[in-house]
């Protein structure tokens, strides 16, 4: 049985394909990616980003490549965003930091899904709770939040052996 959280019932009533892999609390974006079975590129992190008073989006960015601020201020013609504190994104959004996700959220904020995802056969964001997964095709999810896909991440830098 699958568990209930917002994020599942949204996206159960919305009528998207998908499937909810649930896992044990990862420690890591890695460990998170091989509970799952996917590659890391397919682990989709979800970052709340505010662009002013009581005006937010989601940016989902593969794990393994870095936010880039300058692409998204670039994107949305703005000078200045900020991260909100984990109180402030459990009250726009209704979750937990690190179980946060667009499905279900209080506020339908507005989508940018960063373009390297769409390389990707499945990916895996968040389902509102520890653990809890949902797989789809990089079009399903785009479609079914009404995403804007841009490129906003660069590679992380891999240490050196």
């Given at each position: 049985m699958d568990p209930q959280t917002?994020?599942?019932?949204?996206?159960?009533?919305?009528?998207?394909?998908?499937?909810?892999?649930?896992?044990?609390?990862?420690?890591?974006?890695e460990e998170a990616a091989d509970?799952?079975?996917?590659?890391?590129?397919g682990l989709l992190r979800t970052?709340?980003?505010?662009?002013?008073?009581?005006?937010?989006?989601?940016?989902?960015?593969?794990?393994?490549?870095?936010?880039?601020?300058?692409?998204?201020?670039?994107?949305?013609?703005?000078?200045?965003?900020?991260?909100?504190?984990?109180?402030?994104?459990?009250?726009?959004?209704?979750?937990?930091?690190?179980?946060?996700?667009?499905?279900?959220?209080?506020?339908?904020?507005?989508?940018?899904?960063?373009?390297?995802?769409?390389?990707?056969?499945?990916?895996?964001?968040?389902?509102?709770?520890?653990?809890?997964?949902?797989?789809?095709?990089?079009?399903?999810?785009?479609?079914?939040?009404?995403?804007?896909?841009?490129?906003?991440?660069?590679?992380?830098?891999?240490?050196?052996?």
């Amino acid at each position: 049985m699958d568990p209930q959280t917002p994020a599942t019932e949204a996206i159960a009533a919305a009528g998207i394909a998908h499937r909810v892999v649930v896992t044990e609390r990862a420690g890591s974006a890695e460990e998170a990616a091989d509970l799952q079975g996917i590659p890391l590129a397919g682990l989709l992190r979800t970052i709340v980003v505010r662009r002013g008073d009581d005006d937010y989006l989601f940016v989902l960015v593969p794990a393994g490549r870095r936010f880039d601020w300058p692409k998204l201020r670039a994107h949305l013609g703005v000078r200045r965003m900020t991260l909100p504190d984990a109180d402030e994104a459990r009250a726009v959004t209704g979750y937990e930091r690190y179980t946060i996700t667009p499905f279900g959220s209080v506020r339908a904020w507005p989508v940018i899904v960063d373009s390297a995802a769409m390389a990707q056969p499945t990916v895996s964001v968040g389902g509102g709770a520890f653990g809890v997964n949902l797989h789809l095709q990089p079009a399903d999810l785009v479609e079914a939040l009404d995403a804007v896909v841009v490129d906003v991440s660069t590679e992380e830098a891999v240490p050196a052996p």
